[in-house]
């Protein structure tokens, strides 16, 4: 499978100079801008302002963080107060995504683990595996994937498979490969004629700027279409699966993802299109069970909903969209009952979307039933 060059991975730790960068995900795709994150808090001002976004994505950054936080601490001595605090403001950043507060768990603990003077070395070493583990798991889900495209392509007697996402779950929201793109990428560069539906995912078009941009940099055939369009797309037979992401998967199989995906999983239900979740083990919630009730589901800034932004000439720039004095609401995130779901592509297989599945694939994972 052929990989993101190195320099467009949109995080990545400098070997030489331990330097922390990303692409500011915000400006996409107009303009391609790396910017230096130097300290805990630019890591969380990242993660909240959406320059870095994506469940494994704002993982890795956030386990960075943590190594900016060891860094810093380097010359006076790293005590365990300044890190917890910076672990806690880091995992604030956003609620709903689990991975978020996984990555900082886990590298929180093999850093206080260390002793102090080798703080900041333990803490690089948890946050690089981390970073290498996530693209490893992308690349998997790739290979899981990929006969589930074989076989709609062989269904269809060699015909285009048409695939509909939503959101972006690429290898923007990724370390590399992405998550539901992963599959899509192998089924291309094996000669699968693929087109895919990329939902324009409002407030932020997120699908319109990242996944489209994503797409056409690898040579991928795909279609913006308005987020209500997948609807009528479906009962025309023209969708023969839909393949999304996730930002927290309950143990039972409820997803929460971008707004608009329980939506798209209704739709696809009614006309028999299999709905299929790609992620990796690290956004299952191993403690949650009921994703309604107990996912928290985050609530930004409405300006989000009444502004857009577009490239007008040769500059970026924001429209008001309603009335002045409109107010909006701004859900991010919605979730999708397990029974919605045809299955969940991870990096250990293909299995149904029930606890009993689950932890067929990941008996390691979590508490006991």
């Not at 810093?72 to 365990?80: E, P």
């Not at 971008?258 to 979740?277: E, M, Q, S």
């Not at 009952?337 to 990096?347: D, K, N, Q, W, Y």
């Amino acid at each position: 499978m052929t990989t993101a060059p190195h320099k467009l991975r949109p995080i990545r730790r400098d070997h030489r100079t331990d330097k922390v960068s990303i692409i500011d995900q915000r400006l996409l795709p107009h303009e391609l801008v790396v910017i230096d994150l130097e300290t805990v808090s630019d890591a969380v001002r990242a993660i909240r302002e959406m320059a870095v976004r994506g469940a494994p994505l704002i993982g890795v950054t956030a386990a960075y963080g943590l190594f900016l936080a060891a860094r810093a601490g380097a010359g006076r001595g790293v005590d365990d107060a300044s890190l917890r605090q910076a672990a806690r403001l880091l995992t604030d950043a956003r609620p709903t995504a689990v991975n978020l507060a996984w990555a900082v768990a886990r590298v929180l603990a093999a850093t206080l683990a260390a002793p102090q003077a080798a703080r900041p070395e333990a803490a690089r070493r948890a946050a690089d595996a981390v970073w290498e583990e996530e693209l490893e798991n992308c690349r998997r889900i790739g290979e899981a994937g990929l006969p589930l495209i074989r076989a709609l392509h062989a269904e269809r007697g060699g015909e285009t498979v048409n695939i509909l996402t939503h959101c972006n779950a690429g290898w923007l929201a990724c370390v590399d490969y992405g998550t539901a793109t992963a599959p899509i990428y192998l089924a291309a560069e094996a000669g699968i004629d693929v087109h895919v539906w990329v939902d324009e995912t409002r407030p932020l078009n997120q699908g319109a700027r990242l996944t489209a941009w994503e797409l056409g940099q690898r040579g991928v055939r795909h279609t913006i279409i308005t987020d209500n369009a997948g609807g009528h797309l479906m009962q025309h037979g023209l969708v023969d699966m839909v393949i999304v992401g996730t930002d927290r998967t309950t143990c039972t199989g409820d997803v929460a993802n971008k707004i608009g995906t329980y939506l798209k999983a209704l739709a696809a239900r009614d006309n028999g299109v299999p709905f299929y979740v790609a992620l990796p083990s690290s956004t299952f919630d191993w403690h949650l069970r009921d994703g309604l009730r107990e996912i928290p589901i985050e609530e930004r800034a409405p300006d989000e909903v009444r502004y857009v932004q577009g490239l007008a000439g040769n500059r970026l720039e924001r429209v008001l969209v309603p009335p002045a004095d409109s107010p909006a609401a701004n859900y991010a995130f919605d979730v999708t009952p397990a029974r919605l779901v045809t299955g969940f592509i991870t990096e250990r297989g293909v299995c149904r979307a029930t606890e009993a599945d689950i932890r067929r694939l990941f008996p390691d994972k979590g508490p006991p039933e």
